[in-house]
């Protein structure tokens, strides 16, 4: 059989397409092949992003009661027992308030002054509580919360060696579909993934409820990878 140059781009299954431009570029007989992964994990852990925004007459007001309400939520973090390294609490954000009318110059009416947390909670089970806490102390906003796996790393490496074989199951069976040989390994392109975090919230603190124990334990993390290779033929 004469060899010819075959490109095959594939993911989620067996699919013959053009050749990329690098594959094209290349003046031997090859194949190429994309090896993907998707592993779904439990997760064990939370990630969550609060703010407190304030509006006050005066600048001085605003900021000093969004710092008020920071201090309080952080000393209960801290009381409960979070360690301060999974509290990060964003600077003061300070802007002046207008009332616009047509054809009248702008009227400052006070100062609104807003100031973000970023909590990792490392057992879900608390979630909730810590959730009521932010609110009873001044936190009048939630933006939103993550779902994460303490095992990140040991899942991203099992997602990684899955992609791998992936595309060098795909390689033999295609070589093999057109009575061809693998000579070996010619161009590895690895692009590293992130993993999929759910946004589980999103929306204002005010007249919102949370049941969130039973629901965000049983919450998953989707760990994709992806690698692309490209084999030269005998």
């Given amino acids: ?17 053009a050749p990329q431009l690098q594959a094209s570029e290349l003046s031997f007989p ?21 703010a407190v925004v ?36 964003a600077n003061l954000n300070l802007q002046p308030q207008y009332h616009y009318e047509k054809d009248k110059p702008a009227q400052l009416t006070g100062y609104m002054a807003s100031r973000r947390l970023t909590v990792t909670v490392q057992d879900l089970t608390r979630l909730n509580a810590i959730l009521d806490s932010a609110l009873e102390e001044g936190i009048n906003r939630v933006n939103n919360i993550a779902l994460k796996s303490s095992k990140e790393d040991e899942y991203v490496a099992k997602a ?11 390689a033999r069976l295609l070589a093999e579909g057109f009575g061809e040989q693998i000579e070996g390994v010619w161009e590895i392109r690895y692009f590293e993934q992130h993993p999929v975090q759910p946004m589980m919230l999103r929306m204002n603190a005010k007249g919102a409820s949370y049941d969130v124990g039973e629901s965000y334990q049983q919450g998953e993390v989707m760990i994709r990878d992806r690698i692309e290779v490209v084999y030269r033929l005998k």
Avoid at 43 to 50: G, Q
Avoid at 160 to 170: M, N, S, Y
Wanted: glycine share 6%; charged share 30%; hydrophobic share 50%.
């Fill in 1 to 17: 059989m004469k060899k010819s140059l075959l490109a095959a781009i594939i993911s989620g299954g067996l699919i013959l397409a």
């Fill in 30 to 50: 090859h194949l190429e092949t994309i090896g993907v992964s998707e592993l779904a994990v439990e997760a064990d852990m939370a990630e969550i992003n609060v």
């Fill in 160 to 170: 990684r060696l899955a992609a791998i074989k992936d595309a060098q199951e795909k």
């Fill in 54 to 89: 304030i509006r006050d007459k005066t600048a001085k007001g605003a900021k000093n009661a969004s710092d008020k309400a920071v201090a309080k939520f952080i000393a209960r973090l801290k009381k409960a027992g979070i360690e301060r390294s999974l509290i990060q609490s």
